[in-house]
């Protein structure tokens, strides 16, 4: 099976814009997170999606946001970019549907750069 | 605060040499995950364990579960070139969220 995928790889925007990421997940996996990854803070939880409802979300402000589609591909989008932004968004797939969290599959990521 | 203290922070090995990297839960685990990171790439799992007392073994790589410590060790034997990297543990503290340690960062010196 192929793995998570995440598009783009690399991104570079400036303040005040917004940027779009997108994340494919492993074939038959219908929960998707994501995750931010700083130096400074580490791997942060932003939202999980599972049939494109979002159960559970970290404590990011409202700029960021998520959604998932009925193919189980979800996108996240970062509005009104700031310097702290800049960092690795890493997505993650798992089955999803049982209780609690099962093992999540992670994607190579996709590093982002505000100037 | 990180509900997940990992330990040490970083470490250097001799090649061949024995490692062990700790990550203590300041919640009760319901299961705990450890993850290896090359740097500035994603995460690969490496085992998931859910029982106290579990242990689980994968090649060099044993890590074990200790329920009523609320701890988990991660051991890598004979280290090898290889085993470099960012080894994180991440548990499951909230529905559907898992919470990671800050990670420890393994230098295997030939």
């Known amino acids: 099976k192929a793995g998570v995928t995440q598009t783009p790889r690399y991104l570079i925007k400036t303040r005040g814009q917004q940027v779009t990421l997108s994340c494919s997940p492993i074939?038959?996996?219908?929960?998707v997170s994501w995750y931010q990854q700083t130096p400074g803070q580490g791997l942060q939880f932003l939202f999980e999606y599972f049939s494109e409802t979002q159960r559970n979300k970290g404590n990011f402000p409202g700029r960021f946001s998520g959604r998932q589609f009925s193919n189980s591909r979800s996108e996240m989008n970062v509005s009104t970019l700031e310097l702290g932004d800049s960092a690795l968004y890493l997505c993650?797939?798992?089955?999803?549907?049982?209780?609690?969290?099962?093992?999540?599959?992670f994607g190579p990521g996709t590093r982002l750069t505000v100037l | 605060s990180q509900e997940l203290e990992q330990s040490p922070q970083s470490l250097i090995v001799q090649e061949g040499k024995n490692l062990t990297i700790n990550c203590t839960s300041s919640k009760t685990l319901y299961g705990l995950y450890w993850y290896k990171q090359k740097y500035g790439e994603g995460l690969i799992f490496l085992m998931m364990?859910?029982?106290?007392?579990e242990e689980k073994s994968h090649e060099k790589i044993t890590a074990k579960l200790d329920e009523k410590k609320q701890q988990s060790s991660l051991h890598i034997t004979a280290s090898q070139p290889s085993h470099a990297g960012i080894y994180l543990c991440g548990a499951d503290i909230n529905d559907y969220k898992l919470s990671f340690g800050a990670g420890t960062t393994v230098t295997v010196r030939a």
């Open positions: 074939s038959g996996h219908r929960s």
């Open positions: 364990l859910q029982k106290g007392g």
């Open positions: 993650a797939s798992s089955l999803g549907g049982g209780e609690g969290t099962d093992t999540q599959y």
